[in-house]
Structure formats: C-alpha cells, structure tokens
C-alpha cells in the first residue's frame, strides 16, 4: 500500500488560535480504500486538523494535496462538492422532519420550479441502500433509532462523487449492536474505494476496523502506524507521552482507602425518595470519604437520582439525612450550602459559562454561596483561578480566555475546579468523563481518588462499568428508573453488574 | 531617532484602541465623536458653553440635558437585555409614573389675595416615593411573569406597554393633568450650581450601578444568566431572583423618568409621556455593544448609545438641508450604518472582501 499515492496529503500543517498553537507542522496521509484512525488526547489537534481539510478554519501553514492538486478549501461546502464528506460529532438533524427531508434539506431537486418530492424520495432510498438500511423514507426521523440517524446523516452527506467520508466520533451514542451495523457499512464503503478517516475515543473500535493509526500529541505529530503493527500499550503510551505503570497502579489504592474510612459516619442518607414520572422510591446512604458508583443504561434514573438529591428537581416525598440531621434541598443553593457539588452530564449546557472567562467560570459556584454583596476582591480571584489551572493542569493560554475556546476535556477540569473552589463534603460527578480521551480519563479518577482519600465524598456516575468498578468502593444498580441493587467488596465485577442490570439476578 | 518616536506613539494609540475595543466602547465612542466633529463644522460656535444667568448654556449641555430620559431608561435596559430578556413596557411605565405623581401633588391651581400659592394635595416626597414604588413594582411584576411563570420577555411586557397607558389614563382620569406646584418643576427643570439637575440624577444612578457593577458580584450573575440560566442555576446561583431585580429596576429607572417628564412639561398625559421611548432605550443599549441575546454588557456603552441618539436628532435638526419630514429617514439610515459598521461579522465580511481584491491584484 505504501507505494500507493496518497488521495490526501497534508504537511507541514500549521495552526494557532489566540495563545494556543493548536498545531505545529503536522503530516497526515489518507490512502484509498483504507479506514484510517486519528488519535491523540483531547487538545492534541484531531479536530483542528479535520477542520483545515474540510475548509472550516484557514491553515497558517503548510499544504495540502488531494487527488494529487495542490489545493485549500475555502468552506465546508466547497470541500463536499469536491467529494469530502463529513459527518461531525453533534448531528445536526431535524427529528421533526422526514428521513429524505433530512437528506435532501438544503438541496432540493426541483422540477418546474417545485420540489420533486419523487425523486427525493427514490433518491435518498438508494442513498440509504448503499449503506446497507432499507426504511420508509417519509417517516419523521425522530421515528428511528440512534444508530439510524447516524446512518441518515451519513447517507445525507454522502453523494456519488464522495471520495472521502470523515466521521467524528460516529460511534459515541450507540450501542454495542449498533456499532456492529455502522462497521459493516464501512467495510463496504470501503471495499468500494472509500477513504475513510475515523475519529473516537474507544480503543477496541479503533482495532476492530482501522488500518492504519496516526498519533497526535499537543499539536505535534507523533507517528504514523499500521494498526496490526501497534500494540494497544504502546498507543496510548504515545498518545499520552508518559508511563503507563503508574495508571495501573490506581485501584488498589481506592480498595485500601475504603477500608481504612469504614467506620466513619454517614454524610447523606436518603431515605424513600420519589418523584412521580423520573425516579420510582430509593433509599441510599453516602459515608464521608468513600466514592459511590451509580451504573446502568442512559435512562435508567443514574442522573434522575443525582438531580433529585442536589434539588434540582423536587420530590414527591422522602426524606435526606445530611450528616444524621433532616434538612430540606429545594435548590442547588441550598445543596451548595451543606456542602453538596454536582458535576453535570451535560457540561455545554448545563456547566460552563461559555463566553465567561476560566477565571469566572472557576469561581462562579463560590461567589454563589458567597452572595451577590461578598463580591471576592479581584486578587483573591485571580489566586484561586490560577492555583487550579495549575492543579488540575488546565491547558488554557490564561485565567481570562473564555472557557468556550478550551477543548472538552479542558472545559471538565474548569468545572471540577468551580467545584473544588466550595470546598464540598459531597461531589456528584455525571459522566465525568465523557467524550474525554485516555489521559484526561484517567486523570479525572485519579483526582477522585485523592480527593476522597482526603474525606471527600464522590457519588461516581459513568456509563463506562470498568470506569466505575475502578473509582468505587460501592454501586448502585439502576434499572427502569429503579434503584435495584447495591454491590460491594468481591461482587464489584463487570459481569456481575451486568447481569444486574439484565435482571438476571 | 523620529521613526522611533512615531513608532511609540503608533504603539501607544494601537494600545489604546485595543484598550477600547476590548472595553466594547472603541465603537459607540468613535460615532459620538464623528457626530460632534459633524456638527463643529457646520456650527462653528457648537464646543462654546457660556454662562446665562448663572447657568451653563451651550449646545453640548443642551444635548446631555435632553437625553437623560433615553440614558436613564438605557441604563435600566442593558441589566435586563444582559439577561437576555427585554423590557418594552418602559415608556408605558413612564407615563404611570407621571400619572402617580401629577395625579398626588393635584392639578389645582389655588390663588390668594391676587398672589398664587404652591399647595399640593399630599406632600412632594410621598409624591416621589410614591410614583418610584409604583414603577418599581410594575417593573416586579414584569419580573414575576417571566421569571416564575416563564413568559417570553418580550409578551410578558407587552401586556404592560399595552395595559399600562390604559392605567395611566384611568389614574388622569383621561385628562391631562396640570401641575401648579412649582417646587415639582426643579426636579426636571431646574439647575444646581448652573447645571440642569437631571444631569445629577443620571450621574447618581450611573455611580451607585457603577459602583455595585466594581463592586459585587451583580455583573458576574447577571452575565452568567444571560449566557446560560441553567448552568448558573446549577452553580447555586438564583436566576430566578435575579431576572425579577432586573426588570424591577427598569422599572424604577423609568419610574425616575416619569418624575423628570412630568416635572419638566409640568403636566401628566396618559397617552404621551413617554411614547415609544422603550424603543430609543434598546436602541442606546445596541449602540453601546450590548448584545440583545444577553451576556456581556456595558452600562458606559449605553450611557454613550443614548448621547450618540440625542446629539444625532439635535444634528439632524440643525442641518438646514434635511427637510423636517425627512428627519426619520435620515436617523434611521444613520442608525442602520452605525448598528452594521458595529457588527463584527460584517466587519469581517468586508475585510474578507477588501483582502481579497488585494490579493487579487497581486
């Protein structure tokens, strides 16, 4: 294959944004007919560098060959009539529209002036056939599965002339039979010719179906390999840039802490907790400097629970226990005043600030107890911004950049440091490490891990078992917004949380 | 050696520029200069502040003196465009306020032995506090309706603009009320030490918002619900709150302008006091650089916003070329330019376009 040339080829790529050289002089080659895996940590510059061969962002340096021109893209669109195709990490469909609306919005064929609803249809049933879906086109989308929109906003983005398909992570909102369906279709697409570039953060996908590898670390290009060629070890080694030991290193260190805090009171008890609708009744009890994990499927009352107890959402009935005394949580306030945090699954929407800067982001929760009079002095502001960019290792420019120009991970650490600011007996952490790469991951649980070890509570929340079964002394089971079951000590197992979860008790 | 000391001054200026722009004022303080620039040339005489009678006369007095309404009611504004919300029932809520206060002091004018006394029906103060309090709380109730009921801002103070000249004219009684109560007319007419006293007003309600904006941590909250009420609810910060103190400031702010409307035309009218001033006091915050969908705001910017209307509508009377009825059109091209010239994507847009020609050409 090496003697191939190259459908796209890149070198020397340059590109900064305001106190952030996103990337130095990166190559990166895409050969026909093969599928072929980005990978790095989040801010390493896998999306900046889709964006520069897409036409989104403008390279500073560098140049670009595909199909064996010299050539930049001004915009996306310009990039798609060239024959790349891109389907981006949010999909931006229309549920309430139809399966070919969706494909063909924007598009339209027309006759006599008139959309020609015919073809669109006809058109967008073979569109989808290619990727191996046979479905009732003019049914509303939002009347189909996850793994169905993804194949329509592949379908939508794919035309005859299509050469190269770029998916970023494709896979994050499915699930294990869906993945299945979406990899026979890249197979197919590329015994088809199909270059196909792919991006995720699952290191088995990234084995099951790529052929080729290209690491990025920090802007920097590390390495290009063939995947059979590259043991998983020595991946992430070189994504991560630094030894892997120490990481696994890390459950038992939790285990032991467990055992030394046993005897130590509770800090929240819950006792017959409701809401008619989200959450069927629970009990569940927290000690001080213990993680709890929750597992279960998307759906299954994990964030229902989480939700209930910060008060963001009322109950019905129950009662909570904050260190053995009754107390009422109607609002976050009031769960921020005894010491309660809650890390959001949803960081966009429900975490950052995003035009605000990391500085106000980071403080924002402790100027909230503080009130609006206790107005902390500048410097005082400046302190903490600064003494948790450097804990939590925040790759920012400065405490004034806005927060929406850190990548996702980043983005994680600001919230956790607003958290961390209030000092909490109690942290809820939701998905904390979702769309996070390897390195982040593992920093993120080995900062709950410190943290508890110094008497803070963690209630764990990840769809991710090992994750939870690495960070928690004990889980909570959730099914069909029921608390089911709790394990601990030697039945805290992947498996045996699964059949849990199945009901096969 | 002179190469070196152009380059400083070069640096200086460009620092200043990006001090500016960053403060989002480089804009609305560059307009305002370019319309006094335009009216020096056509009147000579128009920096000239001379002293009458012991007071301050001179175009640019005249200018601050009539848009303190406009400035008042924009600085109400920008908290609540800050939040992204907006508040429509202003002008409205002027006209109450003069109604309150017309309608307590009494329109009756009593004469005695040939000599005309000052009576009013309850005291000058209850009057004032009164019609502040009113306002004050038509703004809460604005508040309540978005912030507890979540209305969309822009319906939930239409009911009042709509509603609110109806309760003004039912407090006139549908009559406009004459005011005989001299002591009343300092407040929008009067000087202190030769300055118009409304200019105070607006100086003590701009330094008591600056120094809360310096001082507490207001500024922070309101912009982070302006960006995302969730998130900053889930920070523990009480949205809800502050949504209603923003709109029951405006309220306040326009229940002060109603005092100075009524005060300096000396009569309440239901139906006019007022009118349509909500719209140049979104104007002023727009022209300032506060975006109306929320976040970061800027209080000096709309003070700047509301002298750039005023000292445009006193320009364009001034022009003897502009016929009186082309007054409208000529503002609202002005305005158009201004509003596109501020806007960053259209600055880029021509830049884009500009760059490219020059490209081009090489």
Redesign the interface.
């Known amino acids: 294959m090496a003697d191939l040339k190259p459908i796209v080829e890149m070198k020397g790529v340059k590109k900064s944004f305001p106190g952030v050289q996103a990337l130095s002089g990166v190559d990166f080659r895409l050969f026909e007919g093969e599928i072929h895996a980005i990978m790095g940590q989040n801010g390493a510059g896998k999306s900046t560098l889709i964006k520069i061969l897409t036409g989104v962002y403008k390279a500073d340096g560098g140049s670009i060959v595909y199909c064996g021109t010299q050539c930049r893209f001004r915009t996306p669109l310009e990039a798609q009539k060239k024959g790349i195709s891109t389907v981006y990490q949010e999909v931006n469909l229309c549920p309430n529209l139809s399966v070919a609306e969706n494909i063909f919005i924007g598009r339209e064929p027309r006759r006599f002036g008139m959309i020609d609803w015919n073809k669109i249809n006809s058109e967008s049933e073979k569109l989808l056939k290619r990727l191996n879906v046979s479905i009732d086109v003019t049914k509303l989308l939002s009347s189909y599965s996850v793994a169905i929109q993804q194949m329509v906003a592949i379908a939508r983005v794919l035309c005859i002339s299509s050469r190269v398909l770029i998916l970023d992570e494709p896979t994050s909102s499915l699930d294990e039979q869906e993945v299945n369906e979406l990899f026979e279709v890249l197979n197919k697409l590329k015994s088809e010719g199909m270059a196909i570039l792919f991006v995720t953060h699952f290191l088995d996908q990234v084995y099951r179906i790529t052929d080729r590898i290209t690491v990025f670390r920090n802007g920097t290009f590390v390495g290009e390999y063939l995947t059979k060629d590259l043991p998983r070890v020595e991946l992430i080694f070189k994504m991560v840039g630094k030894d892997i030991s120490a990481m696994s290193a890390m459950p038992q260190k939790c285990l032991e802490n467990v055992s030394d805090n046993k005897e130590i009171d509770s800090l929240l008890e819950i006792k017959g907790m409701k809401k008619h609708g989200s959450m069927n009744e629970f009990s569940l009890d927290v000690q001080k400097g213990e993680v709890l994990g929750f597992a279960g499927l998307l759906g299954s009352g994990r964030t229902e629970t989480a939700r209930l107890i910060?008060g963001?959402d009322k109950p019905d009935q129950g009662e909570c226990l904050v260190k053995n005394e009754l107390k009422n949580i109607s609002?976050?306030?009031d769960?921020?005043?005894l010491g309660l945090a809650?890390c959001?699954e949803d960081r966009k929407?429900?975490?950052?600030?995003?035009?605000?800067s990391v500085r106000?982001n980071i403080i924002?929760?402790l100027?909230?107890?503080?009130?609006?009079?206790?107005?902390?002095p500048r410097k005082k502001q400046d302190k903490i911004a600064d003494e948790y960019i450097k804990a939590l290792g925040i790759k920012t420019a400065d405490a004034e950049c806005e927060v929406r120009t850190l990548s996702g991970g980043n983005q994680q650490k600001v919230l956790l440091a607003?958290w961390l600011a209030t000092k909490p007996s109690l942290l809820i952490l939701d998905e904390p490490t979702r769309g996070i790469d390897v390195g982040a991951k593992f920093e993120i649980q080995e900062f709950v891990m410190s943290h508890c070890k110094e008497g803070m509570s963690i209630i764990f929340i990840s769809s991710e078992l090992e994750e939870v079964i690495r960070v928690s002394s004990r889980v909570a089971v959730f099914r069909d917004r029921q608390k089911i079951s709790e394990l601990s000590g030697n039945d805290l197992k992947e498996e045996k949380i699964m059949h849990t979860i199945a009901g096969g008790q | 050696m002179a190469g070196l000391k152009l380059k400083n001054i070069m640096g200086k200026i460009a620092g200043f520029f990006t001090a500016a722009s960053r403060s989002g004022l480089l804009w609305p303080v560059i307009f305002f200069g370019l319309i006094l620039l335009v009216n020096a040339l056509i009147n000579p005489g128009f920096f000239d502040i001379e002293i009458k009678d012991g007071r301050l006369s001179g175009s640019l007095i005249d200018i601050m003196n009539r848009s303190s309404y406009i400035i008042l009611l924009a600085i109400g504004m920008t908290f609540v465009v800050a939040t992204a919300g907006i508040d429509i029932s202003v002008g409205a809520v002027v006209a109450i306020s003069a109604a309150v206060s017309a309608y307590l002091i009494g329109g009756t004018l009593v004469v005695e032995n040939g000599v005309q006394q000052y009576v009013s029906f309850m005291p000058m103060p209850v009057a004032i506090i009164a019609a502040l309090l009113i306002a004050t709380a038509l703004g809460m109730w604005n508040g309540l309706l978005i912030s507890r009921m979540g209305l969309q801002p822009i319906i939930a103070t239409l009911i009042l603009m709509v509603a609110g000249r109806g309760i003004a004219q039912l407090i006139t009684s549908g009559q406009i009320i004459t005011i005989y109560y001299k002591p009343f007319f300092f407040i929008g007419g009067g000087y202190l030490f030769g300055i118009p006293f409304s200019i105070y007003i607006v100086a003590a309600v701009l330094a008591v918002v600056m120094f809360l904006k310096k001082r507490t941590a207001l500024g922070l909250f309101i912009q982070s619900v302006g960006i995302n009420k969730t998130a900053t609810r889930f920070a523990g910060i009480n949205s809800s709150n502050i949504i209603l103190w923003v709109y029951a400031f405006s309220g306040f702010c326009a229940g002060i302008v109603g005092l100075l409307v009524c005060s300096n035309n000396k009569s309440a009218d239901g139906n006019n006091a007022g009118y349509n001033m909500e719209l140049d006091a979104i104007l002023a915050v727009v022209l300032g650089g506060t975006s109306l969908a929320g976040g970061k705001f800027y209080i000096m910017g709309s003070v700047i916003g509301g002298l750039i209307i005023q000292s445009l509508t006193t320009t364009i009377f001034s022009i003897k070329e502009i016929k009186p009825e082309a007054n409208l059109v000529v503002k609202a091209v002005i305005v158009f330019v201004v509003c596109l010239i501020q806007s960053e994507s259209f600055r880029k847009k021509v830049a884009g376009v500009i760059f490219l020609r020059e490209k081009k050409s090489l």
């Open positions: 910060f963001i609002s976050p306030s769960a921020i005043e809650f959001p929407t429900e975490g950052i600030i995003d035009e605000l106000e924002l929760a100027q909230g107890s503080l009130g609006i009079m206790k107005y902390l607003r």
